[in-house]
């Protein structure tokens, strides 16, 4: 159980880690797999940690909800001090952390990974109607089963599905949500009277080339109606319409409404307020780091993570998973316990499961370059595969709790910094 913080007084400690989702977790048993003595606090209000890339599952009936949520408590890891509390902001020249309950932590090192914030409120109508009216997202813990609910009793009539600007977490899961959902009308012979429709704000399926092609295929199998360029703007539950802007290639705007008998929403995501409104944001909100190593580029014994970080890389956990090693190596780098340091690469993950039994296996570093773990002949990414939904649907869960959060860096060793990015 780990020691928690007493409301009663103020508290310094070597490391402090804002966040303790996928990232901060990792950060901390990286950690404290390399040095058992460091002395680390983790700053989160939560209760419930939640393996959020099950949720995708959970709408398609595949995983139930429970098996994707533990007990805060039981992921801290042993010897690092959880802080159950709010942040409110940050004091980096006096390196101090803010708490909402008025207290102030201290630190030397500061790890910042809070993940991002779903910003429901901004789409009109949308927070009056989740999870009613057939308005769903998997997005949300709670919501994920009504996805699934919505999707067996379906029978007839017209399914929208939402992807909102860039950038979100798990790019692919809107697609996602999309072709589980299809397939398994499919399987019922309900397709044909289930017209489904993808409304994308951006112009591309997805950002990397090489995944599109059987991406493609699965649309055209589904007989999906695809736009892009349209956002949601409004939804009118009761009413059962939901009103898009579409933007054209010269900048010019209409909004058009349709109707529909399920939504699946994803919601616009931004950095949390006491993020934005802090000195380690940078223009868009975001922590403002170098790509490599992770540090800030300001304040050199700041370094940040996971969906909150400014860089380009897809905001997933199988990110996180190789950034938490990156940002372990170089904190005790800064506190020199150890020499040298260790760089990210801009690995991304999704598995984009385009039917019940097969995956489109993405993976990428920066600039979209394909970065696939396994060697072609044993599984090739760009086509869909029963290998890797078993990996997605049976090994990666395992291998989140089990390793991931124990400081167990399977396929996830750190490796050193180029010379240009330490510079």
Same mark, same amino acid.
């Given at each position: 159980?780990?020691?928690?913080?007493?409301?009663?007084?103020?508290?310094?400690?070597?490391?402090?880690?804002?966040?303790?989702?996928?990232?901060?977790?990792?950060?901390? =048993?990286?950690?404290?797999?390399?040095?058992?003595?460091? %002395?680390?606090?983790?700053?989160? &209000?939560?209760?419930?940690?939640? /393996?959020? &890339?099950?949720?995708?599952?959970?709408?398609?009936?595949?995983?139930?909800?429970?098996?994707?949520?533990?007990?805060?408590?039981?992921?801290?890891?042993?010897?690092?001090?959880?802080?159950?509390?709010?942040?409110?902001?940050?004091?980096?020249?006096? $390196?101090?952390?803010?708490?909402?309950?008025?207290?102030?932590?201290?630190?030397?090192?500061?790890?910042?990974?809070?993940?991002?914030?779903?910003?429901?409120?901004?789409?009109?109508?949308?927070?009056?109607?989740?999870?009613?009216?057939?308005?769903?997202?998997?997005?949300?813990?709670?919501? =994920?089963? /009504?996805?699934?609910?919505?999707?067996?009793?379906?029978?007839?009539?017209?399914?929208?599905?939402?992807?909102?600007?860039?950038?979100? @977490?798990?790019?692919?899961?809107?697609?996602?949500?999309?072709?589980?959902?299809?397939?398994?009308?499919?399987?019922?012979?309900?397709?044909?009277?289930? @017209?489904?429709?993808?409304?994308?704000?951006?112009?591309?399926?997805?950002?990397?080339?090489?995944?599109?092609?059987?991406?493609?295929?699965?649309?055209?199998?589904?007989?999906?109606?695809?736009?892009?360029?349209?956002?949601?703007?409004?939804?009118?539950?009761?009413?059962?319409?939901?009103?898009?802007?579409?933007?054209?290639?010269?900048?010019?705007?209409?909004?058009?409404?349709?109707?529909?008998?399920?939504?699946?929403?994803?919601?616009?995501?931004?950095?949390? %307020?006491?993020?934005?409104?802090?000195?380690?944001?940078?223009?868009?909100?975001?922590?403002?780091?170098?790509?490599?190593?992770?540090?800030?580029?300001?304040?050199?014994?700041?370094?940040?993570?996971?969906?909150?970080?400014?860089?380009?890389?897809? @905001?997933? =956990?199988?990110?996180?998973?190789?950034?938490? &090693?990156?940002?372990?190596?170089?904190?005790?780098?800064?506190?020199?316990?150890?020499?040298?340091?260790?760089?990210? %690469?801009?690995?991304?993950?999704?598995?984009?499961?385009?039917?019940?039994?097969?995956?489109?296996?993405?993976?990428?570093?920066?600039?979209?370059?394909?970065?696939?773990?396994?060697?072609?002949?044993?599984?090739?990414?760009?086509?869909?595969?029963?290998?890797?939904?078993?990996?997605?649907?049976?090994?990666?869960?395992?291998?989140?709790? $089990?390793?991931?959060?124990?400081?167990?860096?399977?396929?996830?060793?750190?490796?050193?910094?180029?010379?240009?990015? =330490?510079?």
């Amino acid at each position: 159980m780990p020691a928690l913080l007493s409301p009663a007084h103020s508290d310094h400690h070597k490391v402090v880690i804002v966040g303790a989702g996928a990232a901060g977790i990792a950060t901390a =048993a990286s950690l404290i797999s390399r040095d058992p003595s460091l %002395d680390i606090a983790v700053v989160d &209000p939560a209760d419930v940690h939640y /393996y959020q &890339p099950g949720w995708t599952m959970v709408g398609a009936g595949v995983f139930n909800a429970p098996s994707t949520a533990r007990t805060m408590a039981s992921t801290i890891p042993r010897g690092v001090r959880w802080i159950k509390a709010r942040v409110q902001g940050f004091d980096p020249l006096g $390196q101090l952390v803010m708490l909402e309950d008025g207290r102030t932590i201290s630190y030397e090192q500061l790890v910042v990974c809070p993940g991002l914030k779903l910003d429901w409120a901004a789409i009109d109508g949308l927070s009056d109607t989740l999870g009613r009216n057939g308005v769903t997202s998997n997005y949300r813990y709670d919501l =994920a089963p /009504y996805t699934w609910e919505l999707v067996q009793n379906l029978k007839q009539g017209r399914a929208l599905f939402t992807q909102p600007p860039m950038p979100i @977490k798990c790019a692919g899961a809107p697609q996602k949500a999309l072709y589980l959902s299809c397939d398994h009308w499919l399987r019922q012979g309900r397709l044909g009277d289930i @017209k489904a429709c993808f409304f994308n704000a951006g112009a591309v399926l997805f950002g990397v080339p090489d995944y599109v092609p059987a991406l493609m295929a699965y649309i055209d199998k589904y007989g999906v109606d695809l736009n892009y360029n349209h956002c949601l703007a409004a939804v009118d539950g009761p009413n059962k319409r939901a009103t898009f802007l579409r933007t054209f290639a010269d900048g010019s705007t209409e909004t058009h409404t349709e109707a529909f008998d399920m939504l699946h929403v994803v919601p616009p995501q931004v950095a949390p %307020d006491f993020i934005r409104q802090s000195p380690l944001a940078d223009a868009a909100g975001w922590v403002d780091v170098d790509p490599h190593t992770l540090r800030h580029r300001q304040f050199a014994n700041v370094h940040a993570l996971g969906d909150v970080a400014s860089t380009s890389n897809a @905001k997933t =956990a199988a990110a996180a998973r190789k950034q938490a &090693p990156v940002v372990a190596n170089n904190v005790l780098v800064a506190l020199g316990r150890l020499a040298n340091l260790a760089q990210y %690469d801009g690995y991304g993950s999704c598995p984009l499961t385009v039917e019940r039994g097969k995956i489109v296996l993405a993976e990428f570093t920066y600039g979209g370059k394909v970065a696939p773990s396994f060697p072609r002949w044993l599984l090739d990414g760009r086509q869909p595969t029963r290998l890797a939904w078993l990996l997605k649907a049976r090994v990666l869960p395992p291998l989140y709790w $089990q390793g991931m959060l124990k400081g167990r860096e399977w396929l996830a060793r750190p490796q050193p910094v180029a010379a240009e990015a =330490a510079r």
